[in-house]
């Protein structure tokens, strides 16, 4: 009797662990060489070799009308750029790193006096957008913002080195 017990158990537990997923998922679809982001439009666009594979709406910086010019302006930056690191333990679920700032970035916030800023991300929503009862669009310090499930496949789907072009 003990036996069957602990069979019943262990069979439950097995079942609840495989139904709690995770959120790194694999992805062995084509390469994705190009991200397009129209940030007027608030359309992501994962591209393979000039064809569309997937499209996300997001939300950006709390300004997001014109490019990022200095640290704290609440702008997303426009431009090529390309993907330069994962943070698998970001507070905002998963995030992956544009490689803002450039030199031209740099030069053109040293002019006015000011630091660029970075840590410009493609991240989820994670537990604190979950919070806000009354989130608004456009909530992020500059980043982009999809749902966490979406970063989840942006995240699998994305390498290191991968070009990112901004549009207005």
């Known amino acids: 009797m003990r036996f ?7 069979v439950g537990l097995l079942g609840l662990a495989a139904c709690s997923g995770s959120k790194f998922r694999t992805y062995n679809g084509p390469e994705v060489t190009q991200i ?13 070799n000039g ?12 300004a997001p009308v014109g490019d990022k010019k200095v640290e704290g302006d609440g702008k997303t930056p426009e431009g090529a750029y390309f993907i330069d690191r994962r943070n698998p333990k970001s507070r905002f679920h998963l995030s992956v790193g544009i490689s803002y ?19 410009i991300f493609i991240h989820g929503r994670g537990p604190f957008y979950k919070k806000k009862s009354n989130r ?7 980043c982009i913002a999809v749902s966490d499930k979406e970063i989840e496949e942006i995240y699998s789907m994305v390498n290191n080195g991968t070009q ?3 549009h207005p």
Do not use: C, H
């Open 164 to 166: 990112i072009v901004i």
């Open 101 to 119: 700032p450039n030199q031209f970035d740099r030069a053109e916030a040293e002019a006015l006096g000011q630091s660029p800023g970075g840590d």
């Open 51 to 62: 064809k569309e594979l997937k499209r996300y709406k997001f939300d950006l910086g709390f």
């Open 4 to 10: 069957i017990r602990f069979f019943i158990l262990a």
């Open 136 to 142: 608004k669009k456009d909530w992020t310090w500059g």
């Open 36 to 48: 397009v982001v129209m940030k007027e439009a608030r359309t992501l666009y994962l591209v393979s």
